[in-house]
Nanobody
Framework: QVKVVESGGGVALPGGSLTLSCAAS????????MAWYRQDPGKQRELVAA???????SYADSVKGRFTISRDSAKKTVYLQMNSLNSEDTAVYYC???????????????WGQGTQVTVSS
């Protein structure tokens, strides 16, 4: 099966930076997109940033100019560089991949377990 594991969360000061990583493993033939979402308790999960296999990237308006998503296709890994963090960035961050797997050549949607990011002085 496919496994998605995030790392890099933690506590940052306002104005500080953190980098999240997400690695996918398993019987993956190809990955069409990799994305980061975040969710605060009591709120809906929202898309933060995404990148496709063709290199297209997209960002939520709230993080444009501050966050950068990048991927290493060979390592099946996606990163989220977060700069100029503020309290509104506090949330659990989830990694999502859309991939085609070996079993039945199916396309699947896989999520990581989430990593907490807290911005606080």
């Amino acid at each position: 099966q496919v496994k998605v594991v995030e790392s890099g969360g933690g506590v940052a000061l306002p104005g500080g930076s953190l980098t999240l990583s997400c690695a996918a493993s398993g019987n993956i033939i190809s990955i069409s997109s990799m994305a980061w979402y975040r969710q605060d308790p009591g709120k809906q999960r929202e898309l933060v940033a995404a990148t496709t296999s063709g290199g297209t990237t997209s960002y939520a308006d709230s993080v444009k100019g501050r966050f950068t998503i990048s991927r290493d296709s060979a390592k099946k890994t996606v990163y989220l560089q977060m700069n100029s963090l503020n309290s509104e960035d506090t949330a659990v961050y989830y990694c999502n991949i859309k991939a085609r797997i070996l079993v039945g050549l199916r396309e699947i949607d896989a999520w990581g377990q989430g990593t907490q990011v807290t911005v606080s002085s």
